[in-house]
C-alpha cells in the first residue's frame, strides 16, 4: 500500500465531500452516514479559503482523506481530518498530520488547536501523539431568532454595520481594525482569511461593531449563513465573534451588543436558527450566552499544542468551536 500526501485540488472536492460524510457518519453510527452535516459545506469553502493549506491523502493512486489548516496568524486550526473508513487504523491519517505539522512549523504557528469528540479515546490518543491535550469542552450551542431590533440606548452609543456594506475603498482599512481587535485579544491573532473567506464566496457576512463616540471597532462576528456554508439550511452560524471593552463599556456589554446584533442580522437574513460554539474555557461568554437563551446542542474538546491556553481564558469574549 502507497499513501501519497499531496495538495488537495478542486477535482478532488466531490470525492472529498463524500469520504467527509461517510467517514463522520459511519463513526457517529448513523443509519444513513451520508446525510451527515446535511446540506452544509465545509470542503468546498474551506478549501476555497486557501487552497494551499488544504491536504488529500491518496492510497495507490485513490483518494482516500484530507484535512483542511485555518491560518489565524499566529493561531492555526485544522479540520476536518477524515480518512475513508475502509481503510481506517492504517496510519493514514497520521500522514496528514505528519505534513500539517509540517506546514504548522512553515508558518510559524504559535498557538495550534483541534476540536475534537471527548468521549473518543482514539481520537484524544490519536492527537496526544503529537502533543496536543485535552483542555475545556467546547460547547456548540443555539437558540431560536428573535427578529425583533436592537434596543434604542444601544443603538445611539454602539452601532453595527456589515463588512458588505463598507465601501470598496474602506475595506482595507477595516481589515486592518479588525486585525487591532483580535491582535489586541491575543498577539498576532488575525481572522481576515475568514472575513474575506466569506465576502469572496458570499458565505454570509460579517458582524462590525462600532462604538459611534469615537468610530472604534469594539466587536466583530463572521457569520455563514445557509445552506452551502458551514451553518446549512435556516441557520445562521458564528464561525468567530469577539469584543473588547471601550472607554465607558464594558467588554461584558459589548458582547451583549455583538449577540443582540447577530441575531438581528440572522433575521434580516431570514433565518431562524442562531449557532456559536464557544469554548468554556471563555467562561463569561459561556456565562453570557446561557443568559441569553442559548442552549448546548453537543459538545466536543478543545485540544491545544503543549496544553497552550491561547485566548481561551475567563475574561476573554470570543466565539469559536474550532469545528
Ligand atoms: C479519526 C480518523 C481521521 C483516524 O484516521 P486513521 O487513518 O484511522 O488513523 P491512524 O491509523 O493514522 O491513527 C490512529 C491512531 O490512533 C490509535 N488509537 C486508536 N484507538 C485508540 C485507543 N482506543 N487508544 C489509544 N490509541 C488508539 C491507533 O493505534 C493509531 O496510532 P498507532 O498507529 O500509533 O498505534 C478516522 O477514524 C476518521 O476519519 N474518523 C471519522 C472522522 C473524524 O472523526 N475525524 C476527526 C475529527 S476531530
Redesign the pocket.
Known amino acids: 500500500m502507497e499513501t501519497l500526501i499531496r495538495p488537495l485540488r478542486e477535482a478532488d472536492l466531490k470525492e472529498a465531500d463524500t469520504v467527509f460524510r461517510l467517514?463522520?457518519g459511519?463513526?457517529l453510527g448513523l443509519p444513513d452516514p451520508m446525510s451527515f452535516f446535511g446540506d452544509a459545506d465545509y470542503i468546498g469553502t474551506r478549501f476555497r479559503a486557501d487552497p494551499l493549506l488544504s491536504l488529500a491523502a491518496e492510497v495507490d493512486g485513490k483518494f482516500v482523506?484530507s484535512n483542511f489548516i485555518a491560518n489565524w496568524g499566529s493561531v492555526g486550526i485544522f479540520?476536518?481530518?477524515?480518512?475513508h473508513?475502509d481503510?481506517?487504523?492504517?496510519?493514514?491519517?497520521?500522514?496528514l498530520l505528519d505534513k500539517t505539522m509540517d506546514i504548522f512549523k512553515e508558518l510559524k504557528t504559535e498557538h495550534i488547536g483541534?476540536?475534537?469528540?471527548s468521549n473518543?479515546?482514539?481520537?484524544i490518543?490519536?492527537y496526544q501523539?503529537y502533543d496536543f491535550w485535552p483542555r475545556f469542552l467546547t460547547a456548540v450551542m443555539s437558540k431560536p431568532v428573535n427578529p425583533a431590533n436592537p434596543t434604542k440606548q444601544s443603538q445611539e452609543i454602539i452601532s453595527w454595520t456589515k463588512y458588505s456594506n463598507i465601501n470598496k475603498e474602506r475595506r482595507s482599512e477595516t481589515l486592518v481594525n479588525c486585525y487591532s481587535l483580535t491582535d489586541s485579544i491575543y498577539r498576532g491573532l488575525d481572522l481576515r482569511i475568514e472575513i474575506l473567506s466569506v465576502a469572496n464566496q458570499k458565505l454570509g457576512d460579517s458582524i462590525l461593531l462600532v462604538d459611534n463616540k469615537n468610530n472604534r471597532l469594539v466587536g466583530l462576528a463572521i457569520c455563514h449563513c445557509g445552506q452551502a456554508t458551514e451553518a446549512g439550511s435556516n441557520t445562521c452560524y458564528v464561525k468567530f465573534g469577539s469584543v473588547v471593552g471601550n472607554e465607558d463599556r464594558s467588554a461584558s456589554t459589548n458582547f451583549d451588543n455583538l449577540l443582540e446584533y447577530c441575531e438581528h442580522f440572522a433575521a434580516s437574513q431570514g433565518l431562524s436558527k442562531l449557532v456559536a460554539g464557544v469554548n468554556i474555557g471563555n467562561l463569561a461568554a459561556y456565562r453570557k450566552m446561557i443568559s441569553k437563551g442559548f442552549k448546548t446542542d453537543y459538545q466536543g474538546v478543545m485540544m491545544t499544542k503543549n496544553n497552550d491556553p491561547g485566548y481561551h481564558m475567563e475574561d476573554v469574549y470570543a466565539m469559536d468551536d474550532w469545528r
Open positions: 467517514s463522520f459511519r463513526f482523506g479540520g476536518p481530518l477524515t480518512v473508513p481503510l481506517w487504523a492504517k496510519g493514514i491519517a497520521k500522514r483541534i476540536f475534537t469528540f473518543s479515546p482514539k481520537h490518543h490519536l501523539k
